[in-house]
């Protein structure tokens, strides 16, 4: 995406390189992405975005445009991020949900999987939900909110908002507290998980489709 909006940029203003608040995953949705660029237009900020938008494709959208202070950077000035990952439970499921919900029909223990996501709240050290390979040497990150609702047709919403995100920390952290809500594993298991740093002893990644990043805070 983000060479997108180079190109849809550089169509009207000259190339200039665009800073995302956050990576997310390959086939991981966003409604709030946010991204910084020194930009040379000319332009008020609302030409910005109708240029921006006659450029691009149709699944990608400029929603705002705003002058900032100089020196502003998305991903240094994040103060905290919010991601939403949907769990579609019903028993046949529905073709407009298919790209955009994890499909899992099966029962579920609604308070084991709230007392599992309510032990990673907090600051810890999440390096157990981190995706191998990663270089990131201080794995220490703070959620400030792990909450899951139920909505129509058995569909469960896990909302995650934390400071900061390893890679894959979120679907990991999802996949096992659906693990929790399947009875392969106890609710206070998390704390020896979050303890033990390795990933193999953590949950199944969720799919990416499921997930969004719903908002960025600056």
Known sequence: MQGLIEDAHARFAGYASVAGASRTDAGVHALGQ????????????????????AALPDDVRVLDVREMPRGFHA?????????????????????????????????????????????????HDFAALQGSGSSVLNTVRTLT??????????????????????????????????EVGHGRRPAHGIDAILATRTRAE???????????LVRVDF
Request: glycine share 8%; net charge positive.
């Open 34 to 53: 946010a991204a910084s660029v020194v930009s040379k237009a000319e332009q008020p900020v609302d030409g910005i975005r109708r240029g921006m938008n």
């Open 145 to 178: 909110r792990v909450d899951i609702s139920e909505g129509e047709r058995g569909r469960l919403v896990i909302e995650v908002e934390g400071t900061g995100f390893l890679r894959y920390m979120v679907r990991s952290l999802v996949g096992t507290v659906v």
């Open 75 to 123: 991903r240094y000035h994040a103060r905290s991020k919010a991601y939403r990952y949907f769990i579609d439970t019903a028993a046949v499921q529905l073709p407009f949900d298919r790209r955009y919900a994890w499909h899992l029909p099966y029962p579920y223990d609604l308070e084991a999987m709230r007392d599992a996501a309510a032990r990673f709240v907090g600051t």
């Open 202 to 212: 953590a949950g199944r990644r969720a799919p990416a489709h499921g997930l969004c």
